[in-house]
């Protein structure tokens, strides 16, 4: 696609309800990338994937969150058991090799938690 | 201490000034460095990109890194109105973190006609 896909653009969920949150990277882009970002806070680093291999999953929070990338392409970031602390901007992005020039960002989807 | 720190402003100037942004960091592992422009409400986008010590210049942006001091700078000439955003700095090490950024928590600025 032209750009990072995010989806959905926001969702609202009950304390306790599991969440899906996907992303769709750039065609051709083989490293993809979670962040959550905090109201006036920089984006903070969750995990990365290259191609379909989970790389470093040590920014997750806890063992409720957790990332896949099956087959390479799109990922889906689930958080079991949602509490209002997880209540952010989820943003994921992709980028040609290891990112060190920079990544492509998407939109996001904004989580609240009820 | 957080790893990379970044002054969040705001920042407010005139039209055409000249404007000066910093990060200074804790980790001398870092060796890429990266500046990003976030608009409000949409994601950030990569501007300028360095890699160790030195200066990097793209029309009206100069990204400045100087390791011995851990600190980073992004300079705009001629500031113009649409400069108005949040600027991030972001950073990352070789090695097994090699795809993982650490950013600051961004600088508010406003360009006022």
């Known amino acids: 696609g032209a750009g990072v896909s995010q989806s959905p653009r926001y969702k609202v969920t009950k304390r306790g309800q599991d969440v899906a949150l996907r992303c769709d990277p750039i065609?051709?882009?083989?490293?993809l990338y979670w962040y959550r970002q905090a109201l006036g806070q920089g984006p903070e680093f969750l995990t990365y994937?290259?191609?379909?291999?989970?790389?470093?999953k040590s920014g997750l929070p806890n063992d409720r969150f957790s990332a896949e990338r099956p087959e390479g392409s799109i990922s889906t970031l689930t958080i079991q058991r949602t509490e209002q602390r997880d209540s952010a901007m989820y943003r994921c992005?992709?980028?040609?090799?290891?990112?060190?020039?920079?990544?492509?960002f998407g939109s996001g989807t904004r989580l609240t938690v009820v | 201490q957080k790893e990379v720190e970044q002054d969040p402003g705001p920042l407010s100037v005139p039209e055409g000034a000249i404007v000066s942004l910093n990060c200074t960091y804790s980790?001398?592992?870092?060796?890429?460095f990266m500046w990003y422009r976030q608009y409000s409400r949409k994601g950030p986008e990569l501007l300028m990109y360095?890699?160790?010590?030195g200066n990097k210049e793209d029309g009206r942006f100069t990204a400045q890194v100087d390791k011995s001091s851990k600190y980073i700078s992004l300079f705009i000439r001629d500031s113009q109105p649409s400069d108005s955003a949040t600027y991030l700095c972001?950073?990352?090490?070789?090695?097994?973190?090699?795809?993982?950024?650490?950013f600051g928590r961004g600088t508010q600025l406003t360009v006022w006609p």
């Open positions: 360095t890699y160790s010590s």
């Open positions: 992005a992709s980028s040609h090799g290891t990112g060190i020039d920079g990544y492509t």
């Open positions: 065609s051709g882009h083989v490293s």
């Open positions: 994937f290259n191609y379909e291999a989970q790389q470093d």
């Open positions: 972001a950073m990352s090490a070789p090695g097994s973190t090699l795809g993982r950024l650490y």
């Open positions: 980790n001398s592992a870092f060796q890429y």
